[in-house]
């Protein structure tokens, strides 16, 4: 694991049920969040959907983004899927524990 990735801030909401964002068309996110070339996420793409939601997740600086962003019920159906660093996921789940159920369900 990178020192950067141990050290991060990364942002959390105070439930999952704030988390209200789209669940269809297409999503550009800001560029404090997705930096690289212009790329625009089709929801109705599943590999779209994991990829956007490891950016929103690994990069995000407040919860604001998040609520914006993510969907709660999104999130719990990918949350297996994603690739994140292992802080990262470790204090979603654990402010979050049924993400863990739904990982080990999904296993």
């Known amino acids: ?16 049920a704030e988390l209200s964002g789209p669940t269809v068309g297409t999503v550009i996110l800001p560029r404090h969040i997705d930096w690289g070339p212009h790329y ?14 490891e950016r929103v997740i690994r990069e995000s600086q407040t919860a604001a983004d998040l609520h914006t962003y993510l ?19 470790d204090l979603w789940q654990t402010s979050f524990p049924q993400l863990s159920a739904a990982r080990a369900a999904a296993a």
């Open 40 to 53: 625009e996420y089709d929801l109705s793409d599943a590999a779209d959907v994991v990829l956007m939601y």
């Open 71 to 89: 969907n709660a019920s999104v999130l719990r159906r990918v949350w297996p899927d994603l690739f994140l660093p292992l802080r990262a996921r």
């Open 1 to 16: 694991m990178s020192r950067y990735a141990e050290a991060k801030r990364y942002a959390l909401p105070t439930s999952l």
